[in-house]
């Protein structure tokens, strides 16, 4: 019967344990890119280093993640406690610790696309530091000299500004810096072409923007380095990005959001035709105006020329003489009315004296008798043998009373 052999167990140390277990993980070809959704929790975000720590669980369980550097950089949105995501990377195990971890390679917010999330999370972020404020937005110039176009000089977009522009006001001259306005290498070209407009002062009104595309063609308008060279710029921005129904950061930190390309070439700048009519209209109303007061300062001068006149010397003295003419008239129509009327009333007396008169009435046949130089009134006043002197009209009588 044969002895049976007895079998020494392997004692692993615990780096070699843990290197063991990792090199069995390391060895899955299902854990070396695998999916895993969760929720974010216990977030740990190295600025310096740019690292990102944190763990993902579900309704039971936990694991740690970590998102290195490198990888953070290209992640399209800020992870944030409580965000469920799902992340793409591998499992390994973590020796010095001897716990295993995923190793996140990329990811993306769970039921959000990761580029919406990341813009709602930079407008958030630019909103709270008030570039956004209404009292920061400067007025677009009424009639600009010249207006500078920040686009694509390729596109439909640059074209359909061009001819509203120089439909609409083609005093103003056009000055196109074309930029690339897709892609990685669109956000600094459009940010030094805002920077250049400043620096050399060369334009009244910036139009910058594009034609319609994607979320992902239009990302580059959405850069935070271009939103604030945007808010620090001197002129004033129209933004043009896509259509009416697509916004970007650029849109909000503007001095003026168009819902297009063609709808910012007509903000930018006044219709010439209806300018024409409005000048029309202001010249009409000026030369009414002018007439209308040219007519009444006229009569007014003509009023104060007539007072003039009339209270010069001449007329004045011209005025009294007519006057005192006037009132000799009346004197003298007077006096002369007043003599007829004496006149008469003289006459009228003469003629009642003449009447009164002893002379005349002694020519009628009467006959004035005296005593002792005394008229006789009554036969009472004489007796017989009185002397009488008798006066008749034409001489006297002396007789005796018998």
Known sequence: MQTPRIVKPTVFSVSKLNFYVKSLLDGDGMLRNIFVTGEISNLVDHYRSGHIYFSLKDEGALIRAVIFAGNARNLRFRPQEGMKVIARGRVSLYEPTGGYQIYIEDMQPDG??????????????????GI?????????????????????????????????LRRRWP?????????????SMAPPQLIEAVNLFNEYDCADVII??????????LWAFNDENLAYAIY???????????????????????DLRAPTPSAAAELAVPDIVEFRNLLDSKMRYLNTAMNSRLSRTCSRLDNLR??????????????????LQLSVE????????????????????????????????????????????????????????DIIRLTFHDGEVDTKVL
């Open 112 to 129: 959000i696309g990761a580029l919406t999330m990341q813009f709602e999370q930079l407008k958030r972020k630019l909103t709270e530091k």
């Open 132 to 164: 956004f404020a209404s009292e920061h937005k400067k007025p677009i110039p009424k009639f600009p000299k010249t207006v500078g176009v920040i686009t694509s000089p390729t596109g439909a977009a640059v074209e359909d500004i061009k001819s509203i």
């Open 171 to 183: 005093l103003a001259d056009i000055l196109l810096c074309p930029v690339l306005v897709q892609g």
């Open 208 to 217: 910058i923007g594009r034609g319609g595309g994607s979320i992902e063609d």
């Open 232 to 254: 620090a710029s001197n002129i004033p921005v129209i933004s043009a990005v896509g259509h009416e129904t697509d916004f970007t950061i650029c849109d909000f930190v503007s």
């Open 306 to 323: 007539g007072r003039a006149d009339y209270n010069s010397p001449p007329n004045r003295a011209a005025r009294k003489y007519k006057q």
């Open 330 to 385: 009346r004197i003298r129509g007077f006096v002369n009315t007043q003599l007829v009327s004496n006149a008469e009333s003289v006459n009228k007396l003469a003629s009642k004296l003449d009447e009164l008169n002893p002379a005349s009435v002694l020519k009628r046949g009467f006959v004035l008798a005296k005593k002792d130089d005394k008229i006789v009134h009554s036969s009472k006043e004489i007796k017989k043998d």
